[in-house]
T-cell receptor, first 113, second 110 residues
């Protein structure tokens, strides 16, 4: 089975712009989660989607949003970018059961200048 | 508040030596507990989970509910074990949400 695929791998944006990141889960996985990874804060949970519905959300401002499509693919959007949004954004997919192990993608490296 | 503490940011051992990566958690209820690992230039991946009670790549993890710890152990470390290790509990009906520790970088010297 193909693993979790995230595109693009790298992005450079300027402050104030918005960005969209994409994630294709493992075939058959209907749950998609997003995480932000930074050297200072480590791995932090953003949100989780299942059947096109957000089931769980972390403590991030409303500038961070996501959605899931009927084929389980997910996108994450960050509006009005700030320098502090520079991070590695990881997507993970899993089976629908609670506490199912997560399968991570390679991430999208976002740099905000 | 849910909190995970991995007290050692860096841990160095020699090949063949025992290794223990510590994890203490503060979590409401009875969380499911995981260890994830990231090898150099590879994606973050599951190493083991408490409920499986498996030994993966020679690693085991013991849950101590009294001390709320979930330390990862291996009796004889190998060079290929060098990686970043994350302890991560997930609680209740926690869909997709793991609370990761800050991670421990393990270096196994030849």
């Amino acid at each position: 089975k193909a693993g979790v695929t995230q595109t693009p791998r790298y992005l450079i944006k300027t402050r104030g712009q918005q960005v969209t990141l994409s994630c294709s889960p493992i075939s058959g996985h209907r749950s998609v989660s997003w995480y932000q990874q930074t050297p200072g804060q480590g791995l932090q949970f953003l949100f989780e989607y299942f059947s096109e519905t957000q089931r769980n959300k972390g403590n991030f401002p409303g500038r961070f949003s996501g959605r899931q499509f009927s084929n389980s693919r997910s996108e994450m959007n960050v509006s009005t970018l700030e320098l502090g949004d520079s991070a590695l954004y990881l997507c993970a997919s899993s089976l629908e059961a609670a506490n199912s192990p997560l399968h991570f993608g390679n991430g999208t490296r976002l740099t905000v200048t | 508040a849910q909190r995970v503490t991995q007290p050692e940011k860096l841990l160095s051992v020699f090949k063949g030596a025992p290794v223990e990566l510590k994890c203490n958690y503060s979590y409401s209820g009875s969380p499911e507990l995981f260890w994830y690992v990231q090898y150099s230039r590879q994606r973050l991946q599951l190493l083991l989970r408490h409920i499986s009670r498996e030994s993966i790549k020679g690693f085991t993890a013991d849950l101590n509910k009294g001390e709320t710890s979930f330390h990862l152990k291996k009796p004889f470390a190998q060079e290929e074990d060098s990686a970043m290790y994350y302890c991560a509990p997930a609680g209740g009906t926690s869909y997709g949400k793991l609370t990761f520790g800050q991670g421990t970088i393990l270096t196994v010297h030849p």
